[in-house]
């Protein structure tokens, strides 16, 4: 079965620190990662995703993403916070098995202080 | 613009009472899903469509219907509505390239 965790429920740190969100993975197979972001009344927004090849990846707004399959992890980084990073952060996963269907994690709130 | 389209957005609501959330995309997109999102629990799914015609239950389908008649729009229906389906609802497109494409989101409270 698919599963996703998310160790952290709440993220603080300084603006122009480092930060990483965690997420660990269960799949069957080769996984397809996500990360999405949510914003205050808004709907999930889709930051970047690991399919195949180069195991760091980048998305929008300056984010990236480490693939370890040893560990089964796939973390969110950003080398310098924003105050405007401060969302909601879901990861999720797909097996590459033919179906579409995608488990998300918990979320985790990342807070960044000025 | 790519969209996909709740409505309605906010709804307060009584136990019994059906009621109906539309989604509405127009990217062409052939899958489409429903899910709801509640506190500690992430998203879960509810029920989702190939396409055209073809539905299926998602992890938490109880007290929830959907139909798929065309391929724009993927309706939510709670036939007779419960306190416990008081969440918050996304629509979702499957794009080309791999992703999920979310609506706005509709926040129902039953009381």
């Known amino acids: 079965a698919q599963s996703v965790a998310q160790p952290e429920d709440q993220v603080n740190v300084a603006e122009g620190n480092p930060l990483t969100v965690k997420c660990t993975y269960s799949v069957s197979g080769n996984p397809y990662l996500f990360w999405y972001v949510q914003y205050p009344n808004r709907g999930l927004q889709f930051l970047l995703k690991y399919i195949t090849g180069d195991n760091l990846v980048k998305g929008s707004y300056g984010f990236e993403a480490e693939f370890n399959k040893s560990q089964t992890s796939f973390h969110l980084k950003k080398p310098s916070a924003l105050v405007s990073d401060s969302a909601l952060y879901f990861c999720?996963?797909?097996?590459?098995?033919?179906?579409?269907?995608?488990?998300f994690g918990a979320g985790t709130r990342l807070f960044v202080k000025a | 613009e790519a969209q996909v389209t709740q409505n309605p957005r906010y709804l307060i609501t009584v136990t019994g009472k059906k009621l109906t959330v539309t989604c509405s995309q127009n990217m062409n997109h052939e899958y489409m899903s429903w899910y709801r999102q509640d506190p500690g629990l992430g998203l879960r799914q509810i029920y989702y469509s190939m396409n055209v015609e073809v539905t299926d239950k998602g992890d938490v389908p109880e007290g929830y219907k959907v139909s798929r008649k065309e391929k724009r729009n993927f309706p939510l229906i709670l036939e007779s509505p419960s306190p416990n389906q008081t969440s918050l609802y996304f629509c979702a497109t499957l794009s080309n390239t791999g992703e999920l494409f979310f609506g706005e989101g509709s926040r129902l409270t039953v009381l």
């Open positions: 999720a996963v797909r097996a590459n098995t033919g179906g579409f269907k995608t488990i």
